[in-house]
């Protein structure tokens, strides 16, 4: 059996990693119009930062993982194509700012069928809105010129998460495959879920309709989402009021229904799913009139800029109202720790907030690169779901600096501000940094992870989120 894989990006790449080291009886093939990014996954300084994925990859490539950029060859061989490529949020037309646009999922479709011989399994991997399996179809089933060649197509969405892929792959909670109600459309779905269970327990693999794999997955990221919008709410109350987001987090986490994890307060979410799949969600509610549940919804999406922005806020009002000319050591501009990924990073809005007011922000990040950062900083929003996008023109790079020594990015800085929960952040030498910084020196903890009390001993005024204020921070508030 051959599998092909367009997209080789943070779920394609390791993804086809893990299928190939699992089953070294499949070809497995993936395949990228990005030529860089291909040559990147064939030399041993992958694309991208995942812990693990560099031994999973030098163990199966070259065996029976191909990274390449001829797509028309491979994806004409393959039985099994999954489709891993962009889809963003729409910047302008019908539903600008909340549909997705699949331009780059149609080009894909009518590859496949331009060149397509012999039947295929055609999977969805990216996150697409409900019922695009209907629409590609159509384009598959009118573009092959073969009368002969049938297409199933299969929502089989993927639920790893960044920085935890490896073994997010390699033990899944479940596999989810969905598939048409029809003979053919169940055969390509026992096809697929053959390929799963070489490594993953039967009772793992789950499998439904289309319609319903496709809105489970929507639905995930909005639940999982929710809860992070719902702590976060509580964190406001709780700097309000004076009670610790962190107790309250802790006190309800041990209900078993609530549960533990997930429930961690931040300075917002970010990452290429939540924001996008939930608008997906909303979008198609109220395409079929259900605006109350689109409402429902969205305010998930607000409170989490409502949060950014409070963030902002706090750092402006801490400061004595101006941050005009200030340094502001950012640490941390991934949206999560243990991944380079920066797509929808709270850190860009929480920058682009301070250098408005006139900050002069000075970022460190372990695995981002400054080109990145700037890209980001520069680039419209949605603009980063479309393959290649540029740095552009912006004043706001006039205010950013990037530095890769953590010490030389708080130096003569009047605060820092976490922004991604690094560990590294933790094990700061801070009574250092103290010295090196202007005075009063603030500390904002956007992610909960460093020793308050200690710092407060060295002399910061420290800010952390969801718990109760300091004095010197009440005076400005109240
Ligand atoms: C995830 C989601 O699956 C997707 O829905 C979302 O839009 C982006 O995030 P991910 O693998 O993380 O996918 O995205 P990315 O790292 O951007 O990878 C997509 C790859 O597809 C890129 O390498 C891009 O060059 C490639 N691509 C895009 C093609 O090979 N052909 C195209 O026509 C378009
Ligand atoms: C998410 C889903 O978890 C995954 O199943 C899906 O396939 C893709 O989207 P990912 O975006 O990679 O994965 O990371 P995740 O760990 O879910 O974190 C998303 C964002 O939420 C990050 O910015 C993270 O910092 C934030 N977060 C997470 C919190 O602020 N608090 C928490 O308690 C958990």
Same mark, same amino acid.
């Given at each position: 059996?051959?599998i092909?894989?367009i997209?080789?990006?943070?779920?394609? +790449?390791p993804?086809? #990693?893990?299928?190939?080291?699992?089953?070294?009886?499949i070809?497995?093939?993936?395949?990228?119009i990005?030529?860089?990014?291909i040559?990147a996954?064939n030399?041993?300084?992958l694309p991208?930062?995942? &812990?693990?994925?560099?031994e999973v990859?030098?163990?199966?490539?070259?065996?029976?993982l191909?990274?390449?950029?001829?797509?028309? /060859?491979?994806?004409?061989?393959a039985d099994?194509?999954?489709v891993?490529?962009?889809?963003p949020? /729409?910047?302008?037309?019908?539903?600008? +700012?909340?549909?997705?646009d699949?331009t780059? *999922?149609?080009?894909?479709?009518?590859?496949i069928a331009?060149?397509s011989?012999?039947?295929?399994?055609?999977?969805?991997?990216?996150?697409?809105?409900?019922?695009?399996?209907?629409a590609?179809g159509?384009?598959?089933?009118?573009?092959c010129?073969?009368?002969?060649?049938?297409?199933?197509i299969l929502?089989?969405p993927?639920f790893?998460?960044?920085g935890?892929?490896?073994?997010?792959?390699?033990?899944?909670?479940?596999?989810? @495959?969905?598939?048409?109600?029809?003979?053919?459309?169940q /055969?390509? @779905?026992?096809t697929?879920a053959e390929?799963?269970a070489?490594?993953?327990?039967?009772e793992?693999?789950?499998?439904?309709n289309? *319609?319903?794999?496709?809105l489970?997955?929507?639905t995930?990221n909005?639940?999982?989402?929710?809860?992070?919008s719902?702590?976060?709410?509580?964190?406001?109350?709780?700097e309000a009021t004076?009670?610790?987001?962190?107790?309250?987090?802790?006190a309800?986490?041990?209900?078993?229904?609530?549960? &533990?994890?997930?429930l961690?307060?931040s300075?917002g979410?970010?990452?290429?799913?939540?924001q996008k799949? @939930?608008l997906?969600?909303c979008?198609?509610c109220e395409?079929?009139?259900?605006?109350?549940? #689109?409402?429902?919804?969205?305010?998930?999406?607000s409170?989490?800029?409502?949060?950014k922005?409070?963030?902002?806020?706090?750092v402006?009002?801490a400061?004595?109202n101006t941050?005009?000319q200030k340094?502001?050591?950012?640490?941390g501009?991934?949206?999560? $720790?243990?991944?380079g990924d920066?797509?929808e990073t709270?850190?860009i809005?929480v920058?682009?907030?301070l250098?408005?007011d006139?900050?002069?922000?000075?970022i460190?990040?372990?695995?981002?690169?400054p080109?990145q950062?700037?890209r980001?900083?520069?680039? &419209?929003k949605?603009? *980063?779901?479309?393959p290649?996008?540029s740095?552009?023109?912006s004043?706001?790079?006039?205010n950013?600096?990037?530095?890769s020594?953590?010490?030389?990015?708080?130096?003569g800085?009047?605060?820092?501000?976490v922004l991604t929960e690094w560990?590294?952040?933790k $094990?700061?030498?801070?009574?250092?940094l103290?010295e090196?910084?202007?005075?009063?020196a603030? @500390?904002?903890?956007?992610?909960?992870?460093l020793?308050?009390?200690k710092?407060?001993?060295?002399?910061?005024?420290?800010?952390?989120l969801?718990?109760?204020?300091?004095?010197?921070?009440q005076?400005?508030?109240?």
């Amino acid at each position: 059996m051959k599998i092909a894989c367009i997209g080789a990006g943070y779920v394609g +790449g390791p993804t086809m #990693a893990m299928v190939a080291l699992k089953c070294p009886d499949i070809e497995v093939v993936v395949v990228d119009i990005n030529e860089e990014r291909i040559k990147a996954w064939n030399s041993d300084k992958l694309p991208i930062y995942e &812990p693990g994925l560099l031994e999973v990859v030098q163990e199966a490539r070259g065996r029976n993982l191909f990274f390449s950029t001829d797509t028309k /060859k491979h994806v004409g061989e393959a039985d099994i194509i999954f489709v891993s490529v962009n889809t963003p949020t /729409k910047t302008h037309g019908i539903g600008a +700012g909340k549909a997705a646009d699949l331009t780059y *999922w149609e080009g894909a479709a009518r590859l496949i069928a331009s060149v397509s011989t012999s039947s295929k399994i055609v999977v969805e991997k990216s996150t697409v809105p409900v019922k695009t399996a209907e629409a590609i179809g159509k384009v598959l089933r009118r573009n092959c010129q073969d009368p002969n060649v049938n297409f199933e197509i299969l929502s089989n969405p993927e639920f790893l998460a960044e920085g935890t892929a490896i073994e997010d792959l390699q033990h899944p909670d479940r596999v989810l @495959i969905g598939g048409a109600d029809t003979e053919s459309g169940q /055969k390509a @779905i026992k096809t697929l879920a053959e390929v799963y269970a070489h490594w993953i327990p039967r009772e793992r693999i789950l499998t439904a309709n289309l *319609w319903s794999a496709e809105l489970a997955k929507l639905t995930a990221n909005a639940f999982l989402a929710q809860r992070i919008s719902s702590i976060n709410a509580i964190s406001a109350l709780c700097e309000a009021t004076g009670a610790d987001v962190s107790q309250v987090a802790h006190a309800i986490g041990t209900d078993s229904r609530i549960g &533990p994890k997930f429930l961690n307060a931040s300075v917002g979410f970010g990452g290429s799913c939540f924001q996008k799949d @939930i608008l997906n969600l909303c979008y198609v509610c109220e395409t079929v009139g259900l605006k109350e549940v #689109a409402d429902y919804w969205y305010q998930v999406v607000s409170m989490n800029d409502y949060q950014k922005q409070r963030f902002v806020e706090r750092v402006i009002g801490a400061m004595f109202n101006t941050v005009s000319q200030k340094k502001i050591a950012i640490y941390g501009f991934a949206f999560k $720790k243990d991944t380079g990924d920066t797509r929808e990073t709270p850190a860009i809005d929480v920058c682009k907030g301070l250098i408005r007011d006139g900050a002069k922000c000075c970022i460190y990040d372990p695995e981002v690169t400054p080109e990145q950062i700037f890209r980001d900083l520069s680039a &419209p929003k949605f603009e *980063w779901d479309r393959p290649n996008y540029s740095r552009s023109q912006s004043h706001m790079l006039e205010n950013v600096q990037v530095q890769s020594d953590p010490i030389a990015a708080a130096d003569g800085a009047h605060a820092i501000c976490v922004l991604t929960e690094w560990d590294e952040f933790k $094990k700061y030498d801070f009574a250092a940094l103290y010295e090196k910084m202007v005075k009063p020196a603030f @500390i904002f903890d956007g992610r909960n992870i460093l020793d308050h009390a200690k710092l407060r001993e060295i002399g910061f005024i420290v800010y952390a989120l969801g718990k109760p204020l300091d004095q010197f921070l009440q005076k400005n508030y109240s």
